[in-house]
């Protein structure tokens, strides 16, 4: 029974007789790999187009229709180095994407609108005003408004749209003191131009509002490639189920093409993508990622299996579940809502200072307002001087003050490995001050590993590894993978449930059960000194070896855990694996405090004690029973093998096998937070310099836009001090 891929779920229109596909591609680091794979796919007869965008990594597609299998593409890429999945666009995604391009579009016709401003306005700065014979100056004027009116009108649209529904619902935002700065500095100009007057200040407005949306922009683009990246890896994790369409007849299509009631394959090998229940087969389960228990359980029909569980030995046929709201996953989703509730009152180091802002800059340019109109002013006077605080007390620093320094630390944080789910996630992982690691694909890899590699002859590994490559048992791929096996031996055949046999220079060859190669005793006695590893047997006419199989620790974790000692972080395991697994992880990690034998509502418990004393909790956690002790804790970070439902809750979720980068993590956010502080500190001290000269009256709109300016410029180079640590060793 063979399967193929199936495309159909991934193909759009594009026209008449067109079809369009998007692939997820890996390896492409540099426009060289892209100018490579666009030249050697649209060499391919009847392709239209294929244009890779480097900053996403993806590749799209156009080709007539009929005329060729979509497989061609992935082999082609294959071919060239490079390794691709079919990609479907989240909607999320795509209305960031959607949200950053608008803001993109905007910010442009301001940025190109001031451009032209501010050549009218040099005749007017390079000398004296009331010089100027009137028509000229009054032509400027009526030009610079004739240029600014329309672009404010489009560009200033988001600072619009938000003021009014803060008002409408009986409040005030950041938006509403800009508003009304830029509508108040517009009219004033009309009614200066309109009255032959010698200033106006549609230069002051329009470069407003291009450095307001150049921190909205910022700040969208950083949560737009956040979400490409996480959709990248989605599609590059290759979330597929093999289902049938007949009796014999089956297809790997992708998850979202599955419903209740289907019939999927499961072979040995491979992990499930759905909840269900097994009809036929039996066979050894790993289900770790669901619960954390390490030990195999045997599924026969009726068995229930779900999302994450690794099939170890026979084939089985999995009914998908109907009743979803009896299944494990809907016990932990509504777990999963329970904790996102709880966390929801947090809020970002941006929004707190909005809200004291807004507030104290509508009362400052009211009472300056007010205070001059008392003092003798004419209201025109008064009216140009609270613009002008509005104007210089305009939140551009701050508005650019905390996105700048995100965008920065986002690509140091995905330099090292670090991909952020969510936009105040740097903020909360810089003030964590006790870490619970997760033992089962956190603190250990998520493959197996032989444990016992040094016991055994060089010859004999790199023979039996040859001799796995026949075999889809996960326990025999990991001593092929610890041989580096890359040629398998011939005329190996499989036995169902036993392991494979051969013959070799006229020896029979075995690898696989210990009671099936003969090697019960050796077994036995490496299950006495390690009873939490996995045993498979290899044997070559009298020469027998048994290899004890199991995961191991990642790399760096002892060095990472003390480390964040160093750091002043408490460390503890939280984890669902029996009492000896989690006992032996602690203590070769120096871990003193660990728990055993959890369910996912002990673990929230646990994270809800900890806030209760005051700590701010980082959870890090894979498996679908740590989802909701990764939404209810302070920060939360996934590795990139972890289940979809826990890498979508996890605040981070960082790549590769070392544990590295959950320490720079919070290494680079705590760097961040200091500098979002200052930038905040810079915003609060340029106010407190430049308003009480904005009160005085010295200072017009335009030396006021010119000031602000100054100020955005100033935090814009701060925030770029958030590089450091990228390469730093942790």
């Given at each position: ?13 594009a026209?008449p ?7 997820a ?33 993806r ?15 992935v082999d ?23 949200r ?13 609108a001031?451009?032209?401003v501010m ?7 390079s ?45 005030v935002?950041m ?30 407005a ?27 890896l ?7 189920a093999?289902?049938?369409?007949g ?20 072979r040995?090998g ?7 229940n ?10 770790s ?8 359980e ?23 579940a ?10 932990i989703?509504r ?12 809020l ?34 008064s009216?140009v ?30 330099g ?10 740097i ?34 590994f ?30 190996i055949?499989?036995?169902p ?36 590893a996995s045993v ?54 120096g ?18 004690e ?12 894979d498996g679908?029973?740590d ?19 826990s890498?979508?809750?996890?605040d981070?979720v960082?790549?590769g ?16 937070l ?41 935090v ?11 390469k730093e060793?942790?």
């Amino acid at each position: 029974m063979q399967s193929t891929l199936d495309f159909s779920h991934y193909l759009k229109n594009a026209g008449p007789g067109l079809l369009h596909l998007e692939l997820a591609v890996e390896g492409i680091n540099c426009a060289g790999c892209m100018a490579k794979i666009e030249r050697n796919l649209s060499k391919i007869p009847d392709v239209t187009s294929a244009r890779v965008n480097l900053t996403d990594r993806r590749l799209a597609l156009e080709w007539k229709e009929g005329a060729i299998d979509p497989a061609t593409f992935v082999d082609r890429l294959a071919e060239l180095g490079y390794k691709a999945y079919p990609f479907e666009r989240a909607d999320a995604e795509t209305k960031e994407a959607e949200r950053a391009g608008a803001l993109l579009r905007r910010l442009g016709v301001a940025a190109f609108a001031a451009m032209n401003v501010m050549m009218l306005s040099i005749p007017v700065w390079s000398g004296n005003v009331s010089d100027m014979l009137p028509e000229q100056r009054d032509f400027f004027h009526w030009l610079s408004a004739l240029i600014v009116l329309p672009a404010a009108a489009y560009s200033a649209q988001p600072f619009f749209s938000s003021a009014f529904a803060a008002l409408r619902a009986r409040g005030v935002n950041m938006d509403v003191p800009i508003s009304i700065g830029i509508a108040l500095a517009l009219g004033m100009s009309l009614v200066e131009t309109a009255s032959h007057a010698d200033h106006a200040y549609f230069d002051a407005a329009i470069m407003l509002i291009a450095f307001l949306l150049a921190g909205r922009y910022l700040d969208q683009n950083m949560r737009r490639r956040t979400r490409a990246f996480a959709g990248n890896l989605a599609a590059l994790k290759a979330e597929t189920a093999t289902k049938f369409f007949g009796d014999d007849e089956v297809r790997t299509v992708p998850v979202a093409a599955i419903r209740p009631g289907d019939i999927v394959l499961l072979r040995p090998g491979e992990r499930s993508a759905v909840d269900g229940n097994v009809v036929s087969g039996r066979s050894e389960i790993d289900q770790s990622l669901i619960t954390g228990e390490t030990k195999p359980e045997t599924a026969v029909a009726g068995s229930a299996v779900y999302a994450g569980t690794l099939v170890r030995s026979g084939t089985l046929r999995v009914r998908v579940a109907a009743a979803a709201e009896e299944t494990l996953l809907a016990e932990i989703s509504r777990l999963l809502e329970n904790a996102l509730q709880s966390r929801s009152h947090y809020l970002r180091l941006a929004e707190r200072a909005a809200r004291l802002y807004a507030p104290v800059v509508h009362a400052t340019a009211f009472l300056t307002m007010l205070g001059w109109l008392i003092a003798g002013a004419t209201i025109h006077d008064s009216i140009v001087t609270a613009i002008a605080v509005l104007i210089i007390t305009c939140p551009c620093a701050l508005g650019l003050a905390i996105p700048a320094v995100q965008t920065v630390a986002s690509g140091a944080l995905f330099g090292s490995g670090v991909l952020l789910n969510s936009g105040d996630a740097i903020e909360r992982l810089a003030l964590v001050d006790r870490v619970i690691f997760d033992k089962t694909g956190t603190l250990t890899l998520p493959e197996l590993d032989v444990a016992n590699a040094a016991a055994i002859p060089a010859a004999v590994f790199a023979l039996a590894g040859r001799v796995a490559l026949s075999s889809r048992h996960p326990v025999a791929a990991a001593v092929a993978r610890a041989a580096k096996a890359t040629s398998p031996l011939e005329g190996i055949e499989e036995e169902p449930g036993q392991g494979v046999h051969g013959m070799l220079d006229g020896r029979e060859i075995r690898l696989g059960r210990p009671v099936y190669c003969g090697a019960d005793d050796e077994a036995n006695a490496i299950l006495s000194r390690d009873p939490e590893a996995s045993v498979v047997a290899f044997r070559h006419g009298a020469d027998c070896h048994v290899f004890a199989v199991r995961q191991r620790l990642r790399p760096d974790a002892a060095s990472v855990v003390e480390k964040l000692r160093q750091y002043g972080i408490a460390v503890e395991v939280v984890s669902g694996d029996r009492e000896p697994a989690v006992r032996m992880a602690a203590q070769s990690l120096g871990i003193r405090e660990w728990r055993a034998e959890v369910t996912p509502v002990d673990k929230i418990a646990r994270i809800n004690e900890l806030a209760a004393q005051g700590f701010k909790v980082l959870m890090v956690g894979d498996g679908l029973n740590d989802a909701p002790a990764l939404a209810a804790a302070y920060a939360s970070m996934s590795p990139v093998s972890a289940t979809h439902l826990s890498q979508s809750v996890a605040d981070a979720v960082f790549l590769g096998e070392r544990l590295a980068p959950v320490g720079l993590a919070i290494a680079i956010s705590r760097k961040a937070l200091l500098l979002m502080r200052q930038n905040l500190w810079l915003a609060v001290v340029y106010n407190a310099l430049a308003v009480p000269i904005a009160i005085a009256g010295v200072v017009t709109p335009l030396i006021a836009a010119a000031a602000m300016s100054g100020s955005s410029l100033l935090v814009m180079l701060n925030a770029l001090r958030a590089r450091f640590h990228q390469k730093e060793t942790f």
